[in-house]
């Protein structure tokens, strides 16, 4: 492996986008989501919508950077010649770095589902129109949607926390696949 300010740059990035990734996750899931049972619903429902969004601008920041620090340090370090043309799913290191790849489309798939039908629903406005039966039934559906967001970021988070293995498993081998 040839230590290049290229490498330095992508690894760095790549990481860097991990622990973004992964620590937010972990944050959100198991440090500020309990501790908003502690406080009244409806501030909790505040603390939750505004922490969400500024959240969901760090996930896409790093989703976008996974494949732009991924594809430069393939180029500076990874083992090119064994994932040219077929070799890609004949090579161990080829079928890891794929499942990689694909992996992170689930993340984004995950994204888009988070952001752009859940997030609407949750940040929907209370309102009194349509009377206690529209209220109760809008309420039903932001909790049912809260519960959706909560298993998709704890699916996310073992699916990151297995793409790190794959990673770490190409970095000191020749991948797991
Ligand atoms: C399209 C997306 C991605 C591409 C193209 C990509 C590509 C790569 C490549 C080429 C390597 C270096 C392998 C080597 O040393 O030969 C790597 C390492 C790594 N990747 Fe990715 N990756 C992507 C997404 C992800 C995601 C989503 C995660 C985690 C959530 C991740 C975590 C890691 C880790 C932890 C390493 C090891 C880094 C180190 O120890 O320096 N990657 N990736």
């Known amino acids: 492996m040839q230590s290049t300010w290229l490498s330095v740059l992508a690894s760095y990035l790549h990481v860097i986008a991990v622990a973004t990734y992964l620590g937010g996750s972990i944050a959100m899931e198991f440090v500020l989501g309990p501790a908003q049972k502690f406080i009244p619903p409806a501030q909790a429902q505040v603390i939750g919508q505004k922490s969400a969004d500024k959240f969901l601008m760090l996930v896409w920041g790093s989703l976008i950077l996974f494949p732009i620090s991924g594809m430069l340090l393939f180029f500076a370090i990874g083992d090119q010649h064994t994932v040219s043309?077929?070799?890609?799913?004949?090579?161990?290191?080829?079928?890891?770095?794929?499942?990689?790849?694909?992996?992170?489309?689930?993340?984004?798939?995950?994204?888009?589902?988070?952001?752009?039908?859940?997030?609407?629903?949750?940040?929907?406005?209370?309102?009194?129109?349509?009377?206690s039966k529209q209220v109760n039934s809008n309420l039903e559906k932001m909790q049912k949607a809260a519960k959706n967001v909560s298993l998709i970021t704890r699916i996310d988070l073992g699916v990151a926390l297995f793409i790190v293995l794959l990673g770490v498993s190409m970095v000191y081998g020749n991948g797991i696949l």
């Open 85 to 131: 043309g077929l070799q890609f799913f004949t090579t161990t290191y080829g079928r890891t770095l794929f499942a990689m790849m694909f992996l992170w489309v689930v993340l984004v798939v995950n994204g888009f589902i988070i952001t752009f039908v859940y997030r609407p629903v949750l940040n929907a406005k209370a309102s009194s129109k349509g009377g």
